[in-house]
């Protein structure tokens, strides 16, 4: 039985930003434009709200 080759948490780190740096160097100049405005948008509240979020509008019984 082999054992597993264990990883540092340091090497990982480096592992995964690596692996970020690839995907972002792939990524189309339309996808870049995208991210810069949700990143200035990151602000703002941008939660989805009523039936958009899955919950039900009810009228308030009194």
Do not use: I, W
């Amino acid at each position: 039985m082999k054992k597993r080759k264990r990883e540092s948490k340091a090497e990982m780190t480096a592992r995964y930003q690596e692996e970020a740096r690839l995907m972002l160097a792939k990524r189309s100049d339309a996808q870049g434009r995208s991210l810069a405005v949700a990143a200035a948008a990151a602000s703002l509240d941008m939660e989805p709200v009523g039936r958009l979020a899955g919950s039900m509008l009810r009228k308030k019984t009194t």
